[in-house]
């Protein structure tokens, strides 16, 4: 709308200087005014078709601001147009497209100055040239100047609520822009952290077992027993085999099924029989027990894996730091939650001293990130211990409707 008005008054302009210019050729006798009205003419169309095409430049982001020549060349184009008018009256209409010019350069208080001040030279130039004063010829005028006061005021108004609404909508898309770089932020680090726990849960786990049994295969090969040793190597195979499976999941982004375990039950007695295993391999005595309670029911898969990444980490603890015979897993199905705990009698600890946040040497991670995955499922996880008394590792993740009806 703004673009169909600027465009009209120009359009305006021109067609009214060139009717002024023709009813001078047609009405004038003097040869040397009508020259002096034709130079003055070409002279004026060339000073506005020089401000608009700047101003046009300018809005198109080629040219540099034209604000500090608009008042001089408004000047100049009234200056000529007064010229013009005291040559002919005809040349009187251009002022309604020079009022809104005004309006629309100048202040407000300024702008209706200037258009009292053209709307007095458009009433003594009919004056001067009709040798007299009537009525029609100051309404008129008074009349135009008034309605073009208001119309300049509209498209002032529409001019600042465009201004604004371009300013609003680059400052919308800065936003978007800037709150599209902070989810990808947030995404980044949120995968980084997922990858973190599941390198913790799967690799990091694994060669730790293999780093341990095979000091246990050096040991038994510097004493000589041979068969000890080559036990201890085959276990270091199983744990690798077991770690290469885990990683082709984790690369693949499905969860982990060893030897083609389709249930959550037999991939923790297998874990039970790995870990078994690996303590067997470092020279350990160290039963592991599993049991389940109540009926199995299928599980949603980051169900499945966060209570099979728990088992994981829980039993790794315990074999690595609790110096304990004896652990039990238990997995328990409730009607509106699923648990499972991990019981052991070992050494111990003081709940007070587990930590909030991995340690800087990078130890600490493992219940930390199994908090942080816990959490997103809305579950829970619960230590009870005491020095010389065991560890009791409780998680508990409930159930949907829809998700215990699986």
Not at 108 to 134: E, F
Not at 238 to 252: I, K, M, W, Y
Request: glycine letters at 8%.
């Amino acid at each position: 709308m703004l673009r169909v008005l600027r465009v009209g008054l120009h359009v305006g302009f021109a067609a009214l200087l060139g009717v002024g210019l023709i009813r001078v050729l047609l009405s004038e006798p003097s040869l040397p005014r009508r020259l002096i009205a034709i130079v003055l003419t070409l002279l004026l169309a060339a000073l506005y078709l020089a401000g608009t095409l700047a101003e046009k430049r300018h809005a198109a982001g080629r040219a540099p601001s034209t604000v500090r020549w608009a008042k001089w060349w408004l000047g100049g184009v009234v200056v000529l147009w007064i010229v013009l008018l005291y040559l002919h009256a005809d040349f009187s209409w251009l002022a309604f497209p020079l009022f809104f010019l005004h309006l629309h350069i100048l202040g407000q208080r300024h702008s209706l100055i200037a258009v009292g001040m053209l709307t007095a030279a458009v009433v003594a130039a009919g004056w001067y040239h009709s040798g007299s004063l009537a009525l029609p010829q100051i309404l008129g005028p008074v009349v135009g100047a008034i309605f073009a006061v208001i119309m300049g005021m509209a498209y002032r108004a529409l001019y600042t609520e465009g201004v604004n609404q371009r300013l609003a909508l680059d400052e919308l898309r800065a936003t978007r822009a800037a709150l599209a770089d902070e989810q990808h932020r947030a995404g980044t680090l949120a995968e980084r952290t997922r990858l973190s726990r599941e390198i913790h849960d799967t690799l990091a786990q694994g060669l730790s077992s293999i780093v341990l049994v095979s000091r246990s295969a050096s040991a038994a090969l510097e004493s000589g027993d041979t068969a000890a040793a080559a036990e201890r190597l085959e276990t270091i195979g199983e744990t690798a085999a077991e770690n290469l499976a885990e990683a082709r999941d984790f690369v693949a982004d499905l969860s982990s099924a060893s030897d083609g375990a389709r249930s959550l039950a037999g991939r923790l007695r297998r874990l039970c029989a790995s870990t078994e295993r690996a303590a067997a391999a470092a020279g350990h005595d160290f039963e592991v027990i599993f049991r389940q309670d109540g009926s199995a029911t299928a599980l949603p898969t980051e169900i499945s894996a966060a209570l099979w990444r728990a088992a994981q980490s829980g039993l790794a603890n315990v074999a690595a730091h609790a110096h304990a015979k004896h652990a039990v897993i238990s997995l328990g199905y409730l009607p509106d939650a699923v648990t499972l705990d991990i019981f052991d009698d070992g050494s111990g600890m003081d709940t007070g001293e587990i930590p909030a946040k991995p340690r800087a040497d990078g130890t600490g991670y493992g219940l930390v990130g199994l908090r942080e995955r816990l959490d997103l499922l809305d579950g829970s996880l619960e230590i009870e211990s005491a020095p010389g008394e065991g560890t009791v590792l409780a998680v508990r993740i409930p159930l949907t409707t829809e998700e215990s009806s699986l």
